[in-house]
């Protein structure tokens, strides 16, 4: 039987490409949560638009067993480290809903 990974052989990434791989993935996977969680979007929505799109779902937490506190301060402290003014306000509207979940 033939080894699977042979196939990608040619394919591999390299390093670099591997770190903007996993960059993007974190990014998508806050960018979906945060749409979800601010009820930009419903989750069902956003599969169906992603599939149609060929785009990931990925997110940054369980949409079926809800987010923990720990994956929304994860959330929040990305969108700080961006450090750009549009990421405030997303900030806010974050940290309030973990100030409602969480108390």
């Known amino acids: 039987m033939e080894d699977p990974r042979e196939e990608y052989e040619g394919d591999q990434l390299t390093e670099v490409e591997k770190m903007e791989l996993e960059r993007h993935m974190l990014y998508t996977a806050y960018e979906n949560s945060y749409r979800v969680l ?9 599969v169906l638009q992603n599939e149609l799109d060929g785009t990931s779902a990925i997110m ?12 929304l301060e994860n959330i929040i ?15 806010a509207e974050l940290k ?8």
């Open 96 to 103: 309030k809903i973990l100030d409602t979940t969480y108390p």
């Open 38 to 46: 601010t009820c930009k979007i419903e989750f069902n929505e956003l």
């Open 60 to 71: 940054a937490y369980d949409p079926m067993e809800g987010i923990l506190e720990e994956e």
């Open 77 to 91: 402290d990305y969108y700080e480290k961006l450090d750009e003014s549009q990421y405030y306000l997303r900030c």
